[in-house]
């Protein structure tokens, strides 16, 4: 056998990955460390350079073996990352994940269970059967029979939503709703899956609608005028729960009342938003989720884990009667006859790692109190940020935030220089901020999802987009 081929399960497992994990944390250390900020100086160029000479050959003749390989690309790629466990890297809906759902994440990565057949999975199957079972509940405390499926995010999520509801008619086409500002994943899923264009529903007014529906948002008056026109057929209105530019939510319970006298059905995609059902301070922004057919929830967004931990949530179980299928080497009819669970049936995906094994080591360690805690400490940090920009002469806040999302610009800026600002704060490694249009404006976007950022990490946030040029 080659060297540094050990294995990492059975009993000797543990013990060969020991050393090994030593060896990552040292470079993950060495590589923050020498990035020293965010993200790296330099821009996409320097970057590059420095991960092409840290990486060597691709694949050369003879191996360095595995403290090198692992201690040089490691330490290369933890240089070169945009960190959101740093305070000053709030761009995205990118969160940073707790070092208790990494340590599981590696059990699950040394384990390597496949959620294809329960040969494959006897254990983590059964974890992902309870663990689905009570966060199903969650979003519908009062359905019969609720289920939710584990996925690699909203995108897959979005997917599943639109393919079930065309199942259910598959003689004719189904025709999806939604507003200007929804998903991209909800367009492209309709592409993939042969439907016709979204209907794109004009955006709400944020006077209009009560509670405040800002850019993009899906307003029931005009939802309402638009399923009058369609003609008869059916139809699936998505509507959302936390947009990615403004953390948006749409007026669920006034839009499942549009929904329920067209007879269309709704689905949310809450996967940003979703996750404050875990709150009871924050929870009421929610109200009505629980009449949607089905739902988006990222856990890899405001649940603190690494990527990929998405759901998708149904109100009722037969929902997912089309995603069933036979292949006599994974579920054999007289294997499952005889009490094998039927492990295909539960996403569109074959080979599926347990995602399921960080979500529920988490839940089980913080608990609801826990989690509620986490919640309320990022969206009292954006309210506080919020705050300071108001504060200050020379900045605009666009609207108080709905989540965790908090959109501002300098006063006497045009879009170029709120653009500039933001290239400039990245290429120089001491910012990452996102972008964002709204109001025909375009916003610098700080998405706070680190529980631990303080005060003074805001202050300094502000500080350095007045002070760049």
């Given at each position: 056998?080659?060297?540094?081929?050990?294995?990492?399960g059975?009993?000797?497992?543990?013990t060969?990955?020991?050393?090994?994990?030593?060896?990552?944390?040292t470079?993950?250390?060495?590589?923050?460390?020498?990035?020293?900020?965010?993200?790296?100086?330099?821009?996409?160029?320097?970057?590059?350079?420095?991960t092409?000479?840290?990486?060597?050959?691709?694949?050369?003749?003879?191996?360095?073996?595995?403290?090198?390989?692992?201690?040089?690309?490691?330490?290369?790629?933890?240089?070169g990352?945009?960190?959101p466990?740093?305070?000053?890297?709030?761009?995205?809906?990118?969160?940073?994940?707790?070092?208790?759902?990494?340590?599981?994440?590696?059990?699950?990565?040394?384990?390597?269970?496949?959620?294809d057949?329960?040969?494959?999975?006897?254990?983590?199957?059964?974890?992902?059967?309870?663990?689905?079972?009570?966060?199903?509940?969650?979003?519908?405390?009062?359905?019969?029979?609720?289920?939710?499926?584990?996925?690699?995010?909203?995108?897959?999520s979005?997917?599943?939503?639109?393919?079930l509801?065309?199942e259910?008619?598959?003689?004719?086409?189904?025709?999806?709703?939604?507003?200007?500002?929804?998903?991209?994943?909800?367009?492209?899923a309709?592409?993939?899956?042969?439907?016709?264009?979204?209907?794109?529903?004009?955006?709400?007014?944020?006077t209009?609608?009560?509670?405040?529906?800002?850019?993009?948002?899906?307003?029931?008056?005009?939802?309402?005028?638009?399923?009058?026109?369609?003609?008869?057929?059916?139809?699936?209105?998505?509507?959302?729960?936390?947009?990615?530019?403004?953390?948006?939510?749409d007026?669920?319970?006034?839009?499942?009342?549009?929904?329920?006298?067209?007879?269309?059905?709704?689905?949310?995609?809450a996967?940003?938003?979703?996750?404050?059902?875990?709150?009871?301070?924050h929870?009421?922004?929610?109200?009505?989720?629980?009449?949607?057919?089905?739902?988006?929830?990222d856990?890899?967004?405001?649940?603190?884990?690494?990527?990929?931990?998405?759901?998708?949530?149904?109100?009722?179980?037969?929902?997912?009667?089309?995603?069933?299928?036979?292949?006599?080497?994974?579920?054999?009819?007289?294997?499952?006859?005889?009490?094998?669970?039927?492990?295909?049936?539960?996403?569109?995906?074959?080979?599926?790692?347990?995602?399921?094994?960080?979500?529920?080591?988490?839940?089980?360690?913080?608990?609801?109190?826990?989690?509620?805690?986490?919640?309320?400490?990022?969206?009292?940090?954006?309210?506080?940020?919020?705050?300071?920009?108001?504060?200050?002469p020379?900045?605009?806040?666009?609207?108080?935030?709905?989540?965790?999302?908090?959109?501002?610009?300098?006063?006497?800026?045009?879009?170029?220089?709120?653009?500039?600002?933001?290239?400039?704060?990245?290429?120089?490694?001491?910012?990452?901020?996102?972008?964002?249009?709204?109001?025909?404006?375009l916003?610098?976007?700080?998405?706070?999802?680190?529980?631990?950022?303080?005060?003074?990490?805001?202050?300094?946030?502000?500080?350095?987009?007045?002070?760049?040029?």
């Amino acid at each position: 056998m080659p060297p540094d081929t050990p294995l990492s399960g059975g009993p000797h497992g543990p013990t060969a990955l020991r050393p090994l994990l030593d060896t990552v944390l040292t470079a993950l250390a060495k590589g923050a460390a020498e990035r020293g900020g965010p993200l790296p100086p330099g821009g996409p160029a320097a970057v590059a350079e420095h991960t092409r000479r840290a990486l060597g050959a691709v694949l050369p003749d003879h191996g360095t073996g595995a403290e090198d390989a692992l201690a040089r690309i490691v330490r290369a790629v933890a240089l070169g990352a945009a960190d959101p466990a740093d305070p000053l890297c709030a761009a995205h809906l990118h969160t940073p994940p707790l070092a208790l759902a990494v340590a599981a994440d590696l059990a699950a990565s040394a384990l390597n269970p496949s959620l294809d057949s329960w040969d494959q999975a006897p254990a983590a199957s059964e974890l992902e059967r309870l663990v689905t079972g009570v966060l199903a509940r969650e979003v519908y405390p009062a359905a019969a029979l609720p289920d939710a499926l584990v996925t690699s995010g909203g995108t897959e999520s979005n997917q599943l939503a639109l393919l079930l509801a065309r199942e259910r008619r598959p003689d004719r086409p189904l025709q999806v709703v939604c507003s200007t500002g929804t998903h991209h994943s909800v367009r492209r899923a309709a592409w993939l899956l042969g439907l016709p264009d979204p209907l794109a529903v004009p955006a709400a007014n944020a006077t209009q609608v009560k509670g405040g529906a800002d850019a993009g948002g899906l307003d029931p008056a005009a939802l309402d005028t638009a399923l009058t026109a369609l003609p008869p057929g059916p139809r699936l209105v998505v509507a959302t729960a936390g947009s990615t530019d403004t953390g948006r939510i749409d007026p669920l319970p006034a839009l499942a009342d549009v929904c329920a006298r067209h007879g269309a059905e709704l689905h949310v995609d809450a996967a940003y938003g979703g996750a404050f059902l875990f709150s009871p301070a924050h929870r009421a922004l929610l109200d009505g989720l629980e009449r949607a057919h089905s739902v988006t929830l990222d856990l890899h967004k405001l649940g603190w884990q690494p990527v990929a931990a998405g759901l998708f949530v149904v109100a009722d179980h037969s929902r997912l009667a089309p995603l069933a299928l036979t292949a006599d080497y994974l579920n054999a009819d007289d294997d499952t006859d005889a009490g094998l669970p039927d492990l295909l049936g539960r996403s569109p995906r074959t080979t599926r790692r347990p995602d399921v094994l960080k979500i529920a080591v988490t839940l089980g360690a913080l608990g609801r109190d826990g989690l509620a805690a986490l919640l309320d400490r990022v969206a009292e940090r954006a309210q506080l940020l919020a705050d300071l920009i108001e504060t200050r002469p020379g900045l605009e806040l666009w609207r108080r935030p709905t989540l965790t999302t908090v959109l501002f610009r300098p006063e006497d800026a045009d879009d170029d220089r709120v653009a500039a600002i933001r290239r400039a704060l990245l290429t120089e490694g001491r910012a990452v901020l996102g972008r964002a249009r709204a109001d025909g404006r375009l916003w610098l976007k700080a998405t706070l999802l680190n529980p631990h950022a303080t005060p003074g990490d805001l202050n300094h946030l502000i500080e350095l987009v007045e002070g760049t040029p």
